[in-house]
């Protein structure tokens, strides 16, 4: 189960968290990523983050979004920086011990988050 926290509104330049806290076993061994769905659109992946710490994300937020992970507290981070109205979305965490590590991957994850909104206006 992912249980997340954080987003909200903020202006444009604006920064903001979400988080994401995973009950259960084993999370330092989970593969992490962050999505998110604007109103009307297909989710969207913007990284992730593996069991090794290695990061990926996509052009359109690299620089601007950070993904990290805090294995003892079962927790995975976002940090929104330098905010834009397009980045109004509902962000959704998920997470899987298997398969490739990558939003772009076709099989889908098994363990998903019900998704924190964020609000950005201009």
């Known amino acids: 189960q992912l249980e997340q926290s954080g987003g909200g509104s903020v202006q444009a330049g604006g920064s903001l968290n979400v988080s994401c806290v995973a009950s259960g076993p084993s999370f330092s061994r989970y593969c992490l990523v962050w999505f998110r769905q604007r109103p009307g659109e297909q989710r969207e992946g913007l990284g992730g983050?593996?069991?090794?710490?290695?990061?990926t994300y996509i052009d359109s937020v690299r620089g601007r979004f950070t993904i990290s992970r805090d294995n003892a507290k079962k927790t995975l981070h976002l940090r929104l920086d330098n905010l834009t109205p397009e980045d109004t979305a509902m962000y959704i965490c998920?997470?899987?011990?298997?398969?490739?590590?990558?939003?772009?991957?076709?099989?889908?994850?098994?363990?998903w988050g019900r998704g924190t909104q964020v609000t950005v206006s201009s």
């Open positions: 983050i593996s069991s090794d710490g290695a990061t």
């Open positions: 998920a997470a899987d011990f298997f398969g490739p590590c990558s939003v772009h991957r076709v099989s889908p994850f098994n363990f």
